[in-house]
């Protein structure tokens, strides 16, 4: 049985639709604490991951005084409403759009207050295509890494291969989307977003790489502070995945935190682990909330 979170019964939970830059509503939570805010939280999730998987660790937040927005990019979750092979949108679509408008609403509610960026691995490696990113307070990224799949870990490398080289290609040709649900990979993908992240997995410098010179000055002009926690058991980003990501954010002070389940007095952790209620009093508590001060 999933841990839960105390004093959930002191916040407001608020759904609401926001209007991104190009038009479509995007679904959100606005997780309110009935205390004075002491600041803003925007968890920005992994690819193909719903808002719902973060409602633990919003609703915690929250408790502790903070305005929590969670959100599911276009395509995904509540925020899709049409069928994906019709759906033309990419990930540079999802920052500059999605993103941006989230970032504005969290803004209005809160114009004063810090506001902090948890990315969780997509999430994190999309802040520096965010026109808005100066806003962001700090930045903490939880199992973020570069994607290039020569990088991955062992276990993952060559199941990477066959993804990027025969599965991705052949699904989307035959459906007009990435069918991840049915093929219990990632999950469903509008078609442009897929090809986009094959494009970035397939490079040595991931998304710099392939988004040219433009948008590599862009990561790399970005000064706002971020904490990485990466951990030794994930099963997806390996220690050289997590280091060449944040090396883009080459300007912003970083710090790294790699963390083993032994840490923790847990058995794994992995790839979204962290995001589990039974860690509020070890890694949320310990790890994530000094890093909000």
């Not at 002009?221 to 944040?246: C, G, K, W, Y």
């Not at 970083?254 to 860690?279: L, N, Y």
Request: with cysteine; charged share 20%; aromatic share 12%.
């Amino acid at each position: 049985m999933r841990a839960t979170v105390a004093g959930a019964s002191m916040i407001r939970i608020e759904p609401r639709l926001i209007t991104a830059q190009d038009g479509h509503e995007l679904a959100a939570t606005f997780y309110r604490p009935e205390q004075t805010i002491v600041g803003s939280v925007l968890i920005a999730p992994a690819m193909g991951v719903s808002q719902r998987f973060y409602a633990a660790l919003a609703t915690w937040l929250a408790c502790r005084g903070f305005l929590v927005v969670t959100f599911d990019f276009n395509g995904i979750g509540l925020s899709r409403r049409a069928g994906l092979r019709t759906l033309k949108v990419t990930i540079t679509d999802w920052a500059t759009s999605d993103c941006e408008a989230v970032i504005a609403a969290v803004s209005r509610e809160s114009p004063a207050r810090e506001l902090y960026w948890l990315g969780h691995s997509l999430g994190g490696q999309i802040l520096g295509l965010v026109p808005s990113r100066a806003r962001i307070t700090k930045v903490v990224t939880i199992a973020c890494g570069s994607g290039y799949w020569m990088e991955n870990t062992p276990s993952l490398k060559w199941k990477a291969w066959w993804l990027w080289y025969v599965v991705a290609p052949i699904s989307m040709r035959l459906f007009g989307y990435f069918p991840g649900r049915r093929l219990r990979k990632v999950g469903d993908l509008p078609r442009g977003v897929m090809e986009q992240w094959r494009r970035w997995c397939l490079n040595r410098d991931y998304a710099v790489g392939v988004e040219g010179p433009e948008i590599r000055a862009q990561y790399a002009a970005m000064t706002t502070p971020i904490t990485s926690f990466s951990f030794v058991d994930d099963e997806f980003m390996s220690a050289r995945n997590t280091e060449a990501l944040h090396g883009c954010y080459e300007n912003s002070g970083r710090t790294m935190k790699r963390i083993s389940p032994r840490d923790v007095g847990a058995e794994h952790i992995g790839h979204f682990g962290f995001f589990d209620a039974k860690f509020q009093d070890s890694l949320w508590q310990t790890y994530l909330l000094p890093e909000l001060a």
